[in-house]
């Protein structure tokens, strides 16, 4: 990683620079709420800091068997600098410290970049929901296996 960038705890102070990176980066971004909640209900939540800003968020939920990566973004600006290949390697190292099966996530067909960032980790394309985003776009689910 470049620079002084450290990954830390989402904090509720985050939010107004995550929503701004969230609307600049989904068609159908979450609303600060969720991030919120996720914080409150003890979420994997990570922000990407470089110096006072927030450039990047990871937020994942823990269950008993996986690890749902529900979003992960990084800034335009900031992009191509490994910034998320960090975040998702701190992600699968607590899926191993938890002893966690598999870690899945939800990613459009679309999106290139996500697939090949999560293609370059060994995450495979399990199956697909049809319809899955408000626009009538599928989702692909991808699948890493820890265990
Ligand atoms: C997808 C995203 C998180 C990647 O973040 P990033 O910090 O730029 O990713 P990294 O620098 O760690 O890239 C790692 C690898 O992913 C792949 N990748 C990343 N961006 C890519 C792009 N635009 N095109 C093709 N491959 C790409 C490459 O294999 C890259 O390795 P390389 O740079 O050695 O070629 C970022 O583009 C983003 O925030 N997009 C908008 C939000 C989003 O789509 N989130 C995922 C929702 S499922």
Known sequence: MEWNVTIRDM???D???IRLIECRCFLDPWPSV????AIDEKG????V???DKVIGYLVAFK?????????IAIDQPYRRLNIASNLINLLIEQAHQSKIKY???EVRPSNIAA????RKFGFRKFRTIPNYYKNGEDAYIYILKIL
């Open 11 to 13: 904090r509720k102070e």
């Open 15 to 17: 939010l107004p620079f």
């Open 34 to 37: 969720c991030f919120s909640q």
């Open 44 to 47: 994997i939540c990570w922000s």
């Open 49 to 51: 800091v470089l110096g």
């Open 63 to 71: 269950d008993k068997n996986y690890i749902h990566l529900a979003n």
């Open 103 to 105: 870690i899945k996530l």
């Open 115 to 118: 697939i090949s960032l999560y």
